[in-house]
């Protein structure tokens, strides 16, 4: 059985979920009877064993990142409240440039993001952090090619992602390169989480992260489905996709993803539609057209069907999202 070390410095003042939520997604992995077995670490980035999270709660860590005699695999930085804090640990800089290549993967937990860029291993990367500080980090290093949106980044062997439960994300990805797809959507359905939220940090798809394929064909299109909402996505351009029939792929795709062709973008379109109901001050015929619906008409009628009330409605009483944001599903 192959040995990866997996270490995760747990910075000060990190919420607790940065470094615990990819710790535990890794030490589930070690039960899904595989060849690979995880060796977790959590490690300080000072000179005390003790860590203290945001919440207070006390890590005491295996040991101190630059005394370890560890010949690390994967290697993961926790976020912390601000990112002028890591300016604080110069010599945690300084110890990933020196070790960074005997490491396979390097990666970071949202504004940990900062210290890679500052170790000069984002240069002339795509890289991602929290949506709050993306364009700071995109200021202070012009050589960063910062996307906003994504829940994590991968170029080459550098991992980057979003908020504190991007972390959870990105470990189940990292757990699906080396085990495969079957591994991580087993972790997944035992920590009931998401095995991948499509879309990005500011909006993402209930209904797609629930119903993605294990089936690589579908599950990309599932995704291309929803960057291309507002085009014409009848079975056949579907089915082109593919290079399928549009009848054997009308079949293939409800036995997958238990809904037809028309009935699955539908409710991509009324979630989509929902969104923007909440978080924007679009009108509504901006928002048909930004969602697919040829007219604001037909998309009041879907959504009354799902809802039972109308977008107007929805859109002037907000604070009600949440009795309807799961009825997608439904």
């Known amino acids: 059985m192959k040995k990866h070390v997996i270490v ?5 003042d990190a919420l ?3 470094i615990t939520g990819p710790a535990d997604v890794f030490t589930m992995a070690n039960d899904q009877n595989n060849d690979i077995n995880y060796e977790v670490h959590i490690v300080s980035p000072t000179n005390e064993l003790e860590v ?9 860590t ?7 005699k560890l010949k690390i695999d994967t290697l993961l930085i926790a976020g912390f409240p601000s990112h002028k804090k890591w300016k604080s640990y110069p010599i945690l ?13 390097i990666g970071s937990i949202c504004v940990g993001a900062f210290v890679l860029a500052e170790t000069g291993l984002l240069n002339n990367k795509q890289a991602t952090t929290h949506w709050k500080n993306s364009q700071e980090l995109q200021d202070l290093y012009k050589e960063i090619n910062v996307l906003s949106d994504p829940i994590f980044v991968k170029d080459q062997n550098i991992y980057t992602s979003a908020g504190a439960s991007a972390g959870i994300d990105l470990a189940l990805a990292l757990v699906e390169e080396d ?3 079957d591994a991580a959507l087993r972790i997944s359905r035992y920590l009931v989480l998401y095995l991948r939220r499509p879309g990005n940090q500011s909006q993402f798809s209930n209904l797609l992260s629930q119903q993605l394929s ?7 299109l599932q ?4 960057k291309h909402l507002q085009e014409k996505l009848n079975v056949e351009r579907l089915s082109s996709h593919l290079n399928m029939s549009p009848r054997n792929f009308a079949r293939v795709f409800l036995s997958e993803t238990g809904f037809t062709p028309a009935k699955y973008i539908e409710k991509l379109r009324i979630e989509s539609c929902m969104r923007l109901l909440q978080e924007t001050d679009l009108s509504l015929k901006e928002i048909a057209e930004n969602c697919g619906f040829s007219n604001s008409n037909i998309m009041g009628k879907a959504f009354l069907r799902h809802f039972n009330i109308t977008p107007s409605y929805y859109q002037s009483n907000k604070k009600t999202k949440n009795q309807f944001q799961n009825d997608i599903m439904l």
């Open 62 to 68: 295996r040991s101190i990142l630059f005394n370890t």
């Open 52 to 60: 203290i999270t945001r919440s207070g709660v006390k890590i005491l």
């Open 214 to 220: 294990s089936k690589k064909p579908i599950q990309n």
């Open 223 to 226: 995704l291309w489905i929803a």
């Open 16 to 18: 607790t979920l940065d």
């Open 179 to 181: 085990q495969g797809l």
């Open 93 to 105: 800089v300084e110890w990933i440039k020196k070790h960074a290549t005997k490491i396979r993967r």
């Open 8 to 12: 995760i410095v747990a910075m000060p």
